[in-house]
């Protein structure tokens, strides 16, 4: 697939909202109740946030969509809500092609940090965000979404990450840009997950449970202690998340 067929560009016009919404029916599957409706698209780029599309020729083949975030004592940060690719384009760096889109946009507002959830047994996510991102992780969040309908879930809890991206930090700048990222701090501890969970999800959901319980533990008690997701490795048996010490 040639990155250069394919375009990113902010969502225009009640049609393409509504391709959107289409999308999110064939990349995750999920039943009408589950949607982000073309609404809420239209919504957030009128109040600070972002939605934009990946287009091969005329086709939307996927999306992105952010909305404003306000912390605790007035900073301002953008939640990246939703992100899809359509199948037959993954692995043609079309989601590296909307985070940058995405990153481009807010560091054009002065915006310094973009957050989103994700699934810690997506080990191919986790590193998609960790190693060609940049982001860190400092905080777990237990069935974020409730159950939901999408296959890809496999009927578990919806356990999640915070993926923090400072998208002006030296570490991003170096990732992004092809560059070695600063020195990762020491390396403190390590968890793994196989790298057939998403079997097990569908094969033996009680193991799959059993692995997501115990990674939810120890993820809450490093950060208990402090520590931070700071990369991800992956090998054909496992995908290994490396915590350490972030300043």
Avoid at 103 to 127: G, M
Avoid at 211 to 233: D, K
């Amino acid at each position: 697939m040639s990155h250069a067929a394919i375009a990113v560009r902010a969502l225009a016009g009640q049609r393409e909202f509504e391709n959107a919404v289409e999308l999110q029916k064939q990349i995750w599957g999920f039943n009408d109740i589950e949607l982000l409706p073309a609404r809420l698209f239209i919504v957030a780029t009128k109040v600070g946030g972002q939605a934009f599309g990946a287009f091969d020729g005329n086709r939307m083949i996927g999306f992105c969509l952010a909305i404003p975030g306000l912390k605790a004592g007035g900073g301002s940060y953008l939640h990246s809500h939703m992100l899809g690719v359509l199948p037959e384009y993954r692995d043609a760096g079309v989601g590296r092609m909307l985070k940058l889109k995405q990153r481009e946009d807010a560091l054009a507002r002065a915006i310094e940090l973009v957050e989103w959830t994700f699934d810690p047994l997506e080990i191919k996510n986790a590193y998609f965000n960790m190693e060609r991102l940049g982001t860190i992780v400092r905080r777990y969040v237990r069935n974020q979404y409730g159950t939901t309908t999408s296959p890809l879930h496999g009927g578990l809890p919806t356990d999640r990450c915070v993926a923090e991206w400072w998208i002006a930090s030296p570490r991003v700048k170096a990732i992004v840009n092809g560059g070695e990222p600063p020195v990762r701090p020491d390396i403190v501890e390590r968890i793994s997950v196989p790298a057939d969970i998403a079997a097990l999800k569908h094969q033996e959901p009680k193991r799959a449970r059993q692995i997501q319980q115990e990674l939810s533990n120890r993820f809450e008690s490093n950060f208990g202690r402090g520590l931070a997701v700071v990369g991800v490795e992956r090998s054909p048996e496992a995908g290994t998340y490396l915590f350490g010490k972030w300043e």
